[in-house]
């Protein structure tokens, strides 16, 4: 499934937000994913929210391989004020996010946008396989750990632009953005939740937050 409309329609189906920050040496996994999707009305915004590594450099190196990447830098604001700019930047009907720790399956955009418009939904999320642990502190009780795949994964969400910008976007949280945004969502939206199939690969990152917290927890358990 190409998903391609003619030649002459500038404007992608499906924007892809990619917010980034230090993480140049990650990227490409990101990036390749999105090139290589089955369904291709697309196009990838990168929001570099200040990097001080060579984020540029790598992201000029792809654009040269695909005329559907846009990059946008801003001063370091936060993963939630980084979508927030890329909702804005984009230019399609829906909004698929993007962690540049992650990767798409290839099926990831075509899966989504099926599941969407068969269900008649304003805005889905889930669908994750994770590469690491399978667990992660509870971001509303942090002395215990739940399951990933039970928690909202911001680079899952997958809706219509117009959810976004009438919820007024993400809020400025250090963690738990996306689950804020979700939540706000299943007030005023069509919104659900869908484990399978799985199309979206989160990777255990180091220096993330979630893997910062679930250090934290861990040394609280050895004390």
Known sequence: MSGRRDAGHNTPLISVVLPTFDRADLLPRSIASVLVQTFTDWEL?????????????????????????????????????????GVAEARGEYIACLDSDDEYCPAHLETRLALLRRHELDLIQGGVQVAGKQWVVDFFDPTKLIRISECVIGGTLFGKRTVFIELGGFCDLNYGEDLDLWERAQKSFQAKTFREPLTYILHETPNSLRMVRFEEWAARQSE
Request: net charge positive; proline share 0%.
């Open 45 to 85: 915004v990168v929001i570099d929210d200040g990097s001080t590594d060579n984020t540029a450099d790598v992201v000029a190196a792809w654009q040269q391989r695909s005329d559907r990447i846009r990059y946008v830098r801003q001063a370091n604001q936060g993963v939630g004020a980084a979508r927030n700019r």
